[in-house]
Structure formats: C-alpha cells, structure tokens
C-alpha cells in the first residue's frame, strides 16, 4: 500500500497549500490534518510541518507548537522511524521538540533557530543551499546527487542556528548539518548565509537520518514557472528546482 | 430640537459627533424627535466622507467603469474582472485599494497592519481566496535618522510585513516615495487581490428572499477599540489631538485572521456542497431553488461604523431592514456602552446573512473545528439577529430599543455640493521638480550623474524595504516582487492562466498638474503591466488629497479624477473598484501633493511568455521603445499603438526582459536591468560602441549634449528581444507595422556585453568603469532606513 503523508496544520500555520501541492506533484499520497482532527494522525506513515507562524511564534517560534497534543503522535513516530520533514516554522517546531538535532531529551531544545542577525528583523530573499553531508546520511536526501544545490526562499525572522559552541561542534562533527546556504555557483562563505546563522548552517537532521529540519522554502521555488527566467524544459507548469528534495522524499517513502 | 444652532454645535460635540449643525437638524426632522446617542453615533458614522462619499461620489461617477470583462463593478465591498477559462469554469479576480492614512500617521504599526487586514477581509467577503496584497507608500523626508518620519516610515513598513506575512499573502508589488509634503500625513494604500469561479460569488447584500435569515457575526470579540474610525478618518490631524486620536485606531490580529481566513475558505466549500445538494433533491426556500452560493448567503467585511454600519449596508443592499440584538454580540470587556458595541471598529469581524438551516453548521466549522475561542479571546461566530422585511435598522440592548430608523434613510446616499477652484492646466511643464539633470560635456561626469540619480531616494533600490515582506508564500509566484515592473502569479493550480499587478502614482507630477498626474499614473500602471507580458484589464485608484472644504484643495481632487477618467477612457480599461480618502494636510493647513494612486491589473492567458526585468542574454538584443521628455502631454494614439505592438510581441513570445522608463534615463533604467542580477554583476554597457547620431536624432538633442542624452527624461519601454536572431528580425518586421516606427519612436540599444561597467570614451581612448559602487550607491538609500 502506498505511504500515506500528513501536512499538518496548527493555528498560524501559513503554508499548507503549497506544500501539499508539491508533494502531490512528486507523487507522494499527502492529506492535510488540521489541529481539531489531530486524532487521525498516528495513521500516517510520515508527516510534514510546513511554515507559518504557529501559535503566533509566542515565546519564541516553535516554541508553543512543539508542545501540542498533534507533536505526541509526530515524536512517537519519528522514535518509531517514520520520516518526518520539517520546512520554516515546522523546522523550528522540531528543534523546541527536541527531534532534532535529537541528541538532548525530547522538547527540551538543545538547540535554536531564532532571530536574525545582525538585524533581527523578518527577511524574505531567494538562496541557494547546498547539501553537507553525505546523501545517503538522512533518508530525506538519499536520492540527491552529492553536494545538490537546491533553490530555495528564506522567509523568516528566527532562522539563525544557534546553540553552544560545544553544541555546534557535535552537530558538525555528527553528521546533523544536512544543508548550507550558498551562492547559485555552489560556493559557501559567509556572505551566502541571510541570517547569521551558525555552521552556514540551513537545514539539521537527526542521528537516525529520519527527521529533516530546513529553514528556507524549496516549495516556493518549485515549479518553473516559479523561475520562469531559467526554466527546465518547455512546460511552465512542471515541478523543477526546490521539487528535488520532495521526489527524494518521495522515494524515501517508496 | 429647540435648541440654538451655538447649542446644539456645543451639545453634538459633547456627545462626540462631527455631524454639522444642517445635517443634525436633518436628522431630528426626519425622525420627528431627536436622535438617541447610539443613533447619533450611527449616522456621524454613516455620514462621515469615508462611508458616505458625500463630496466625492458625483464626481466619481466621471470614472468608466464598464467594460466586457467587468463581473462586479463598482458598489461592493471589491470589484470582480474576468480572468480567462481553466476547465471549463470562468475565474475571476476580486480587487480591492484602500488608503489607511490617518491611523498610519497617528499609530503608523497598527495602523498599517489594520489597513492589510481591512482590505484581506473586503476580498474574502466575496468568496475568494485572497492571493496577494500591495502597497503604495508615500511618507515624509525620512532622510533624518532622528525624525518622526524617519520613525513613519520604519513602523508602517513593519506593521505591514507583520500582518501580511503572518497571514500567509504574499506582498507582490508596491511603490514608495519620499516627499516633504507628506511630513504630517504619510499615504498608506494596500491592494489586495483574490480568485474566485465567477459562479461562487457572495454578494455584500442580502440575498433575494432571505427576509427571516439569520445575521452572523464571526470574528474577535468587541472591544472599546477603533471607536469613531469612520469620522476620525474624515477630519484634519492636529497634533495636540493626537492621544485622542489614537483611540480611534483599530488593533490588529493578524493570527486570528489567518485562522477566520482559513474557516471561511471551509464555509465556502461547506456552501458549495450544501448547494449541490439542495440541486440534486430540489430543495428549495420559499422563493425558489437556489441556483448558485450567493443565493445561499451575503457576506461583508466590517469596516467604518462597526456592526451597525456592516449590518445596515448588507441588509439595506438587498431590500431589506434587519432586527439586531447587541446583547448576543461577543465582547472582551463587560458593560460597553451599546453605541461602543454597535459602533466601535474592532477589527478582524465579518458579517454572514445565512438561512437559518445553514446557520448551525457555519457555526460549528467556525466554532468547533477552527477553534475560534481558543484562538482569540471570546472569539467566535454568534447568531445576533434577523433579516427583516421591514426597511427598518432595529438596535437592542439590555431590553430596551436604542436605535430604529428607516434603513434607508441610513445607508441612502448624501451630497455635499462644495465650491471649488480648478487647478490651472500646465501646457509644457518640462521635467518634475527633482530632476537633476544637466547638460554634461564630458562622459565621466556621466557617471557621476548616474550616480547621483541612482541615489536618489526615488529612484534607488526598494529591496531593502521588501525584503521585509513575504513576497512569495502561497508558492504561486511567477514574477516576484522586485523582479519585473508587476508582480505576476499563477492563481489557479494547474492553469497557465496568470495575473499581474502593478501600482504607480508619483506625487512629483501630483505637484505640478493633478489631472495630468492622474493620466501620469493610469498610463505608468498600464506600461508596467504590460513589461511583464499581461494584457491590462482592469484598474482601481485610491484618490489621496487634501481637504474638499479648502476650494483650491477640492478643485485638485476634480481635477485628478477628470485625468484618470480621461486616460482610463482613452486606453478603454474600466475602474472596477476604488477608494477616495480626503483631509491628507496637517494643522497648518498644509495639503499633500495631489496623489492619485492606481493599481493596474492584467491578465496573461500562459504564464510562459512573462519577462522580467533581468537581462536573460550575456549579450542582449535590446530596444528602447517610447519617446524623450517626461510628463509630456500624452498622445494616447501613439501610446495605443505602441502597446498593441508589445501586447502582442509578448504573446508571440519575442521579449524576455523589459523594464518601464519612467521620466528617468535610458542608461539609468538600462543600469538597473543589469542590478537585477545582484552585486554579481554580468554587464557592460560599452558607450563606446553606441550610434550617437541615430541615438541623438531621436532625442532631439545637439551633439554636444551627447552624453546628457542617455541620462535625460524618457518614457516608455526597454526591451530585450529573443535570439537568435531570427527571433528580431521578426519583432523588427513585425514593429514596423505599427506607424510608431515612423515617428522614430524606438531606438537600438546594441552596446550591452558581457562584462562589468561603464565603458566610456575618454580623451586618451576609453575607459571601462566597474559597476560594483555605483550598484552600492543604488542600494543603500533604503538600506539605512530599512536595514
């Protein structure tokens, strides 16, 4: 039987829409589950956080969302192996749940995507991120080429990694940094990164390679006509650039 | 009644009406006693300009507003133009424009935030999904990092990134200008559009026979907050008013309305199945079957005058009175007054007419599965009274009738017949006060002149301000904001079906000539629709100006609305929706420059042949197309043609970049096409290697003022044409159609190259200038105000 995905929506959340439709178009079997139906959600085979602004980001983002009686059944399930991708606001949940980077006890966060820097302010710009690990290293990526570039837009106001400098040496040196920002001819330094953040650091994975957290969003970048000044092939509408990273997602669920 | 007219001034003001002493006497006269305190709040919101439109209306009605593609016109709460067809269903895209001036001056972050919220209900309330806002800014000299203005501009911008972003719409397009004549009054527009099949419309009215339906308030609950909105927004800002004032400004809650956004689109599919079928088993009402949603339901947005003005206008629209008891309205604080709770402008509410059958599901979905009290305090949707077939506006409160008169009466339209002096037409006004341009002997001060034009806060780069909004959430976007002229999406999910959105309005012409101005903006908004491949179809105008009681002040306003009817009429694009907000001066007296401000909307039937501004070929076929001079008096004939000719080049797929000169330079315009590629820059314009004669010719110029040439006012467009070249030769063929190419009206811009810079001809032989500080100078105007 085919795997069965579920978006979940909390109150706040913002990007549902595009995010079924993209899983949709890759091919993946993707339902919506709204907070008030949560009650379905052990059913699924593997779930989506999509962004947004959760519980209105009180606290700090994620912060609230990660306590929600729908993030019981999502870490059962990430315990139980079942792969989940967190985008944006649904990266930040899976940090204050404590999935990932996953090495300290569940919802007590080891680790932050919080306020830009140096200006701590929302900032909406298209970016490339590169992939850091080997793509065998998380099911999520497993289908990526070494070193994929993938576009995506950041749109955010707390996405800069932070944790302590002991923190972030584990996360480098056990394989957590899935991707790094970049520019568009792969290359990494400092001026790629939009927000501060540590590592360069886009997207963190779990020990177990099952749970991806990516700040910026390769569903807004996703189609051609999306970049329609450098599309792939004749037909505006077919999936292409950030589309990478859901058909490896797909085929990890295959 | 009885009273002294010195009296009765002193009692209205008492009780905190603005109505003067004519209109008190009018009231008082009709009801045959004198009005209660919830009724006198009542029509001094109805009556105010903003509700009423009482000094304006006759003279909109000079605006075209028909047109083949139009679905709902003027009068609702948005207009409605035909997109195209997508599997045999029409779409329609809803558009509303709405100023939020006042607050914005007084509380600039809510009061930006509330004017995005406000203009996201007015889309929704016709069944649509809401695709995209915009907004067209105007604030004071904000050069002074210690100023209030500096402060204006700050805050409204993050007011309205914190609204639009959290709702999840992304900010398309938009414009900005910095002007001294807005220190005391900034200008906040905001569009907003949406998408919706032209048979699931809901109608601001209440439904044909829908006497004895339910009236259904959904949203935060009632608060002391935004009382006396509506008539505040109709008088002058003075300073020592200003705590007052504030209280008139409404609080937004931008995460509630993410959720009653999103419950609403639920109603509307609950409504569409509930439809079928009633179809499919004949139920019926007492007057017929339903046929399609608006039959099922009203639904409007609550704005001015709070539940009494909503519920009085959607009930008056269909005939009918309405019975409301405010006893059922959900509050935040126990014992408001009821002219508070009738009158107040909480924001994030909407107003449902629905059949009592219908009625308890709307309320469970809103209630129960979008968890409305949960979300916000006491938030929800509630029952709080009836349509009635008396044309009565019936108010309860605590047992007792505070408010009944004839509806009509209520919501009926008033004119003020108001003199005033029309503004002299200028004949030849040369360019706009804040030209810099000089004649320049040699071709290094060119440089330096492009580098002063680039820094000027007009004219520099307004990413460091968009960066702040979410210009792309939904996933739709095909050209983003900043990239092209207009923002353009894909509003329908597997459509090649696109819309574009473009604003323009630029208070320097405003300055000179109001009426021209108006011209100035319609054609401007049109030409960037256009640069991005979309067939104009559609426009809507907010008209920002100074006080109507001020003769000359009024006379701008005409005079603005005669030049957006005239170039609406000449380029026959119908006004589908619009906004006049008057009383933009400060105490002193002071009005702002006349600012007619205009979206355009356009639609493109494949979303492959969009162009942005960014050159797409290292080495770039490129035209200008247009004329020199700028605010020129328009032939609208040439102007008809040239468009023709680039509607349909586009559609043949021949251009796959262009870019709107706009009074500025060609080389200035051609240097910002080259920026599009940010600080990585792949260009060189090689002046060197230019056709001056051809190039001057046309200008109009002597040979001696060369290199001014490339730096003075110009109008129209910059285009790069597709290889291969066969490709050109086919747009050149096809151009030369057009009786445009006889009046010289284009010109070859063939000296783009790889490379980077400035290649100049000196004395010595040439010289290649990098582009890297002149990119810097480009962009950090707005970076220090918006970091």
Known sequence: MKARVAVLIFPGTNSEAETLRILRDVGVHAELVHWSRGETLPQYDAYVLPGGFAYEDRIRAGAIPAHDRMMDDVITGAQKGKLVLGICNGAQILLEAGLVPGTGPI???????????????????????????????????????????????????????????????????????????????????????????????????????????????????????????????????????????????????? | MGLSDDDLRVAAMRAGSTLRVDELRRIAQQFGRDPSLVELHAFDAQWSEHCSYKSSRHHLQKLPTTGERVVVGVGEDAGIVHLGEHNGERYGIVVAHESHNHPSQVVPFEGAATGVGGIVRDVLCMGAEVIAVADALRFGNAANPESHQRYVAQTVVDGISAYGNAIGVPNITGDVYFHDGFDDNCLVNVIALGIVKENEIIHSAAPKGSAGWDIVLVGKATDPSGFGGASFSSVTLAAEDEDANKGAVQVPDPFLKNVLMRASYRVFAYLRERLDEMKKNGTSFEKGVPEVIGDLAGFKDLGAGGIMGCSAEICSAGGYGADINLDNVNVAVP???????????????????????????????????????????????????????????????????????????????????????????????????????????????????????????????????????????????????????????????????????????????????????????????????????????????????????????????????????????????????????????????????????????????????????????????????????????????????????????????????????????????????IFKDGSRIRHEVDLTDCNHEDLLENAGRTAELESDYFLAAAEGWILEIADPSETYREFIEFAEHYMILAERDWINLNFVHEGNGLRIPVPEGEELRPFDHLYEAWMKPLAEIYP
């Not at chain 1, 830009?116 to 850091?132: D, E, Q, S, T, W």
């Not at chain 1, 070494?146 to 576009?151: A, D, H, Q, S």
């Not at chain 2, 355009?600 to 001079?629: K, M, W, Y």
């Open chain 1, 107 to 254: 919802r007590r966060p080891t680790a932050a995507f919080t306020h830009n820097a140096p200006v701590p302010h929302f900032i909406c710009k298209h970016v490339y991120v590169k992939l850091a690990i080997e793509p065998a290293r998380c099911a999520i990526t497993a289908a990526l080429e070494k070193n994929t570039l993938i576009p995506t837009w950041a749109a955010h106001g707390q996405g800069r990694l932070a944790a302590t400098a002991a923190h972030l040496d584990e996360i480098g040196a056990g394989g957590h940094l899935a991707f790094v920002y970049a520019h568009a001819d792969g290359t990494t330094d400092t001026s790629a990164t939009p927000n501060g953040s540590a590592l360069g650091c886009a997207a963190l994975t779990n020990r177990e390679g099952n749970v991806l957290a990516i700040m910026p969003h390769p569903e807004r970048d996703a189609w051609n006509f999306n970049h329609a000044d450098h599309r792939e092939g004749d037909d505006i509408l077919v999936p292409s650039g950030g589309a990478a990273l859901f058909r490896s997602f797909a085929r990890a669920l295959a």
């Open chain 2, 335 to 673: 014992n408001l007054p009821p002219e508070i709770i009738a009158i107040g402008e909480t924001q994030e509410r909407l107003i449902w007419v629905l059949p009592p059958e219908i009625t308890p599901d709307v309320l469970r979905i809103y209630n129960e599965e979008f968890t409305l009290p949960e979300v916000a305090y006491n938030a929800r949707a509630a029952v709080i009274g009836t349509v009635t077939e008396a044309p009565h506006y019936v108010l309860h409160h605590a047992g007792e009738v505070v408010m009944d008169v004839d509806i009509e009466f209520l919501t009926g339209s008033i004119k003020d017949e108001l003199p005033f002096v029309m503004p002299a037409p200028s004949e030849d006004l040369g360019e706009p006060a804040h030209n810099p341009y000089k004649p320049a002997p040699d071709w290094r001060r060119v440089e330096k002149l492009l580098e002063t034009e680039l820094s000027n806060p007009d004219s520099c780069s307004r990413e460091p301000l968009y960066r702040h909004y979410d210009t792309v959430v939904r996933g739709a976007t095909v050209v983003a904001r900043g990239a092209g002229e207009a923002g353009v999406l894909a509003p329908i999910p597997g459509s090649k079906l696109g819309v574009a959105l473009a604003v323009s309005g630029n208070p320097r012409y405003g300055e000179i000539d109001p009426s021209r101005a108006g011209e100035f903006a319609v054609v401007e908004a049109v030409r960037k629709v256009i640069a991005v491949g979309a067939r104009p179809i559609a426009l809507t105008d907010c008209l920002n100006f100074g006080n109507p009681k001020n003769p000359e002040q009024y006379g701008q306003f005409i005079a603005g609305i005669d030049g957006l009817a005239d170039a609406a009429r000449e380029l026959a694009i119908p006004f589908v929706s619009g906004n006049v907000s008057l009383y933009n001066e400060s105490s002193s007296g002071a009005a702002i420059p006349a600012s007619p401000i205009i979206a355009c909307i356009g639609a493109i039937d494949d979303i492959t042949n969009v162009a942005t501004r960014r050159l797409r070929e290292q080495n770039p076929h490129l035209i200008f197309l247009g004329s020199h001079g700028s605010f020129r008096r328009i032939d609208y004939e040439i102007e008809r043609n040239m468009q023709a000719l680039l509607i349909e080049a586009f559609q043949r797929g021949l251009i796959i970049a262009a870019c709107v000169v706009n009074g500025d330079g060609i080389l200035e315009a051609l240097t910002k096409m």
